[in-house]
């Protein structure tokens, strides 16, 4: 199973706010997809890349 973190769970995680988050998605510094539930998942190894 893949890790995935919502939105705000990466933005506790890297002491930023959710809204900096999703400007790294719309930009495209950070990949952000749907759950099939809607929601804004970061795969963790996407996480990872951002942080390398």
């Known amino acids: 199973m893949r890790t995935q973190y919502r939105p705000g769970q990466v933005a ?3 002491g930023v706010s959710a809204d900096t988050v999703r ?3 719309d930009s495209g510094k ?3 997809t749907r759950s099939s ?3 804004r998942v970061i ?3 996407d996480l ?4 390398v």
């Open 23 to 25: 400007r790294w998605a």
């Open 48 to 51: 990872a890349r951002l942080l």
């Open 37 to 39: 539930g809607g929601q």
């Open 30 to 32: 950070l990949a952000m």
């Open 43 to 45: 795969e963790g190894a």
């Open 12 to 14: 506790e995680l890297l």
